[in-house]
């Protein structure tokens, strides 16, 4: 049986997947961009609801029940945002936290409003198409089914490593782990966001596939950790793969960008280990 | 019988439906039989949940942290056996396993993962209902994704 604030939480974690998607799917940049921003703040909400839930000694998980529809439109994907954001204003209690939560989402309200005060802004949405097809670059459908099986793995990934991470930083009390937590959190993040846009470019944008809580309660912190660094070894082999699958200049200097960031994630979760 | 039976071969439009959209993923509020099956090595896991009905598997779902193959065997495993009974289930194992004998190596252990969730899934079942009280079965499995995998590389190397 669902708490109030248990139901609250599922529905900012849905909110923070909404917002994020309404951003990669939609294509002008502006409000792609803000949007995005936005998406970080619903982030931070959810982050502090857990926060709270958990001082109140309760417990949060990653539960959903949510849907990525597939508009054709901006302003089809912004009518239902507002329709999100609206529907939770009720679940809020009434408190310092939620005051600043609500501001924040009436903030969003007005800026959406004001996108769609210009029809300009309605533009159709390709996101969704299933042509698989990366703009004007002509790339073999080896590499098109190649990119594809990445960006669906990849995304996966990265939205399992910023719940997990999220799952231990707000349990943990030791210094330099938090802040460890929030560069992989950080750095995830902005993984999440690169492949989510390519997905959206290629028309196969769909949410990654929901967390079982077998993947994100960890009961051998250490050993987790080790199998994390075998992990970020594996993505690594896979980036370095596909960079070298992919016969274009512009992609290939993308992985390999990526690449490296592993790299360092890897130095990063050595110092959870000390 | 089993004529209709797929497997994940290439990135064919049914593949990538199971893929972006698995069938039957997530969790069931009052299953009868919970199974888990654990690569050790890898941590990588399989959890089914069913609902059964004396012979009939009256609703299932699973879920994984596993690769994309597991996701998609498992998309497509549970799909064919849903509101069919055990012994379809066991034959459409089978003949998945036929046909996994001319895939890679890696398919075949992301395939047994999946089906081992699901027999560990009737065991919970039986046991729960020979008295046992057993939140879920776990069965560990022998071949690791990782070994298969460092296998293939040396082989290619």
């Given at each position: 049986?669902?708490?109030?604030?248990?139901?609250?939480?599922?529905?900012?974690?849905?909110?923070?997947?909404?917002?994020?998607?309404?951003?990669?799917?939609?294509?002008?940049?502006?409000?792609?961009?803000?949007?995005?921003?936005?998406?970080?703040?619903?982030?931070?909400?959810?982050?502090?609801?857990?926060?709270?839930?958990?001082?109140?000694?309760?417990?949060?998980?990653?539960?959903?029940?949510?849907?990525?529809?597939?508009?054709?439109?901006?302003?089809?994907?912004?009518?239902?945002?507002?329709?999100?954001?609206?529907?939770?204003?009720?679940?809020?209690?009434?408190?310092?936290?939620?005051?600043?939560?609500?501001?924040?989402?009436?903030?969003?309200?007005?800026?959406?409003?004001?996108?769609?005060?210009?029809?300009?802004?309605?533009?159709?949405?390709?996101?969704?198409?299933?042509?698989?097809?990366?703009?004007?670059?002509?790339?073999?459908?080896?590499?098109?089914?190649?990119?594809?099986?990445?960006?669906?793995?990849?995304?996966?990934?990265?939205?399992?490593?910023?719940?997990?991470?999220?799952?231990?930083?707000?349990?943990?009390?030791?210094?330099?782990?938090?802040?460890?937590?929030?560069?992989?959190?950080?750095?995830?993040?902005?993984?999440?966001?690169?492949?989510?846009?390519?997905?959206?470019?290629?028309?196969?944008?769909?949410?990654?596939?929901?967390?079982?809580?077998?993947?994100?309660?960890?009961?051998?912190?250490?050993?987790?950790?080790?199998?994390?660094?075998?992990?970020?070894?594996?993505?690594?082999?896979?980036?370095?793969?596909?960079?070298?699958?992919?016969?274009?200049?512009?992609?290939?200097?993308?992985?390999?960008?990526?690449?490296?960031?592993?790299?360092?994630?890897?130095?990063?979760?050595?110092?959870?280990?000390? | 019988?089993?004529?209709?039976?797929?497997?994940?071969?290439?990135?064919?439009?049914?593949?990538?439906?199971?893929?972006?959209?698995?069938?039957?993923?997530?969790?069931?509020?009052?299953?009868?039989g919970?199974g888990v099956a654990?690569?050790?090595?890898?941590?990588?896991?399989v959890?089914f949940?069913i609902?059964?009905?004396?012979?009939?598997?009256?609703?299932?779902?699973?879920?994984?942290?596993?690769?994309?193959?597991?996701?998609?065997?498992?998309?497509?495993?549970?799909?064919?056996?849903?509101?069919?009974?055990l012994?379809?289930a066991n034959?459409?194992i089978?003949?998945?396993?036929?046909?996994?004998?001319?895939?890679?190596?890696?398919?075949?252990?992301?395939?047994d993962i999946v089906f081992s969730a699901f027999t560990a899934s009737l065991q919970n079942y039986k046991?729960?209902?020979?008295?046992?009280?057993?939140?879920?079965h776990?069965f560990?499995?022998?071949?690791?994704?990782?070994?298969?995998?460092?296998?293939?590389?040396?082989?290619?190397?």
């Amino acid at each position: 049986m669902k708490t109030k604030m248990d139901k609250l939480y599922q529905e900012k974690h849905e909110l923070w997947l909404h917002i994020t998607y309404a951003s990669f799917a939609i294509e002008d940049e502006a409000i792609k961009s803000r949007l995005y921003e936005f998406s970080l703040i619903a982030f931070r909400h959810m982050k502090w609801l857990g926060s709270e839930v958990l001082e109140d000694g309760g417990n949060f998980n990653y539960d959903r029940s949510m849907q990525l529809i597939k508009h054709d439109t901006s302003f089809e994907i912004i009518h239902e945002l507002e329709e999100k954001i609206l529907h939770i204003q009720a679940n809020y209690k009434d408190n310092i936290l939620a005051q600043r939560i609500k501001t924040d989402d009436i903030y969003l309200l007005e800026y959406l409003r004001q996108v769609m005060a210009s029809e300009f802004n309605n533009q159709t949405i390709t996101a969704f198409n299933m042509k698989r097809e990366w703009m004007d670059k002509k790339l073999a459908q080896d590499q098109i089914d190649a990119l594809t099986l990445f960006l669906l793995e990849e995304s996966y990934k990265e939205y399992e490593l910023i719940l997990v991470y999220n799952y231990m930083q707000a349990r943990t009390e030791n210094a330099l782990h938090f802040n460890v937590f929030q560069d992989l959190i950080d750095e995830s993040h902005f993984h999440l966001k690169s492949f989510g846009n390519m997905m959206a470019k290629l028309g196969i944008l769909v949410l990654p596939r929901e967390l079982h809580e077998m993947t994100y309660i960890v009961k051998d912190f250490q050993r987790f950790i080790v199998d994390g660094i075998a992990e970020e070894e594996a993505a690594k082999i896979m980036c370095k793969e596909l960079s070298d699958a992919i016969k274009d200049e512009e992609l290939s200097k993308f992985f390999d960008f990526i690449n490296y960031q592993e790299s360092y994630h890897i130095e990063l979760m050595k110092k959870l280990l000390k | 019988m089993f004529e209709d039976v797929k497997m994940p071969e290439g990135m064919s439009p049914e593949v990538l439906e199971h893929l972006m959209y698995p069938k039957n993923y997530g969790k069931l509020e009052t299953p009868n039989g919970v199974g888990v099956a654990l690569d050790e090595k890898t941590k990588e896991y399989v959890i089914f949940y069913i609902i059964l009905d004396e012979s009939i598997i009256k609703d299932v779902k699973f879920a994984t942290n596993g690769c994309q193959d597991t996701v998609v065997i498992g998309s497509m495993f549970t799909d064919m056996i849903m509101n069919n009974d055990l012994e379809y289930a066991n034959g459409a194992i089978q003949k998945m396993n036929d046909k996994l004998g001319n895939t890679s190596a890696q398919q075949q252990v992301c395939a047994d993962i999946v089906f081992s969730a699901f027999t560990a899934s009737l065991q919970n079942y039986k046991n729960i209902q020979n008295g046992l009280d057993e939140e879920l079965h776990l069965f560990k499995m022998k071949e690791s994704c990782e070994v298969v995998g460092e296998e293939n590389e040396n082989k290619n190397g």
